[in-house]
């Protein structure tokens, strides 16, 4: 059974957070990918008030499908967080405690979270109908005209996560990639 | 000669397109049960079977397997003997994805720099081929650009030989990592100038999984890539496994004496592909 973790999220759980565990976030998210993240950037370097709280937040990297009528939200499953990665020091420096996404981080983000005690988590890209189920309501804060990018405030409920790299240092992908790395001869895979 | 309407292919095209963004091909999903079965991790197993969760969900709720559905990639076989009637092919495809889209997520901005979304998806990209006969061909990617971004192409000489493409094929999925989804579809083109080999790679992505190139030494270099390529460890959602890649497709073109061009056209475990004659 994956521990529940609460979002925002406090400075102990993120501590207590280890890279490849399993967990299920219930609480207030905010999502938010690229153009959206460039405006925000923007906005903070410009010294205008954010439409979003950042400390202790989570941020989703998701640009969610059309809902279906009498739907919440439609599919919403994570985008790849590397293009984001030029974007996620500032956010971290103003207290951000967690990022959501899939894919590779860079090696700046990844000491960026060590530094100021962040965690990075991936949920599984593609499951996007499933993952879905698992948001609550869905409230549009800003930027519309970014249609699909525009920055959303999401209660999720039990929303299945697993740590990738968290503020010790610990690198899920890394670690499960040498586990199963083979250079010999032959297929891995079982006949 | 026989005369098609353009408004029955616009009809026809939206629906499949319609269709495609909530049901994945049926080789597919067999393959990810092979799949679930011989990896080895049992995250992996467990990523897997999340997936195929998520494919018969969408599929009975009507609604896209993936929230990124894609751009629109239509290619068209139309026969020599066919015209056209009631309007211009070109706007009826356009009009068909506008028709798709509506209820599926605007993922196109006009231009690469201003980055403005279109509002609409369109415009899809179009690739034709005149071919004998007269029948009407459409085969269509929605291509999701988590898996596009990390695709590659190079200009080689032709020194590089097979060793070269078998490296690059490698590397280029090793870099990719978790960030396509896999497990990975890879398409490869090999061959022909800059513009056609990138071609030749997404149409490998056209390819039902499970098909064999019908070229002895490119379907034995298909074979070779898979097993190196599932021997990486990256595995489902890059979570660790031996399941990186579901297939390796390769299509080989005539190229030039001095160059031997190369492209690594990555697809993600949300394959939307499609087609119908009319």
Known sequence: ??????????????????????????????AARDAAHKRLVAA????????????????????????????????????????MDSYTLPLLERGVAGLIGKGSRS?????????????????????????????????????????????????VEEFPLIVINDCHGGDAYQAAREVYRSDGGGSQRSR | MRTIDVRDVRQAVGDLL??????LPEDYLAAMRTARVEEHSPTGQEVIELLLENAAYAE?????????????????????????????????????????YS???KSVVSDPLLRVNSGDNTPALIHWEIVAGDGLRISTLQKGFGAELMSRVQMFPPAIGEEGVRQFVLDTVEKAGPNACPPLIVGVGIGGTLDTVGLAAKKALLRPIGSVSPEPHVAELEAELVEAINRLGIGPQGLGGVVTALAV??????????????????NCSAPRRASLEL
Do not use: W
């Open chain 1, 1 to 30: 059974m994956a521990r529940t973790v609460q979002a925002p999220l406090d400075e102990a759980t993120v501590k207590s957070l280890r890279a490849g565990e399993r967990v299920v976030m219930t609480g207030t998210i905010y």
């Open chain 1, 44 to 83: 903070m370097q410009a010294g205008e008030k954010l439409p979003l709280p950042l400390a202790g937040q989570v941020i989703y990297y998701v640009g969610p499908a059309p809902a279906k009528p009498g739907a919440v939200i439609g599919p919403a499953g994570p985008t790849t967080s590397g293009r």
């Open chain 1, 107 to 155: 090696e700046e983000v990844k000491q960026a979270l060590v530094q100021h005690g962040a965690v990075y988590l991936g949920a599984v890209g593609g499951a996007s109908a499933l993952l879905a189920r698992q948001i609550r309501s869905s409230r549009l804060l800003a930027y519309p005209d970014l249609l699909s990018e525009a920055v959303r405030e999401l209660e």
């Open chain 2, 18 to 23: 319609r269709h495609s963004a909530h049901s």
């Open chain 2, 60 to 100: 009975t709720e009507m609604i896209p397997t993936c929230q990124d559905t894609g751009m629109a990639i239509l290619f068209v076989e139309v026969g020599q003997d066919v015209h056209f009637s009631g309007g211009e092919i070109d706007a009826a495809l356009q009009d068909a994805t506008r028709d798709a």
């Open chain 2, 103 to 105: 209820d599926l997520r």
């Open chain 2, 249 to 266: 497709h390769v299509e080989v073109v005539a190229t030039h004496i001095a160059a031997l061009p190369l492209a690594v056209n990555l």
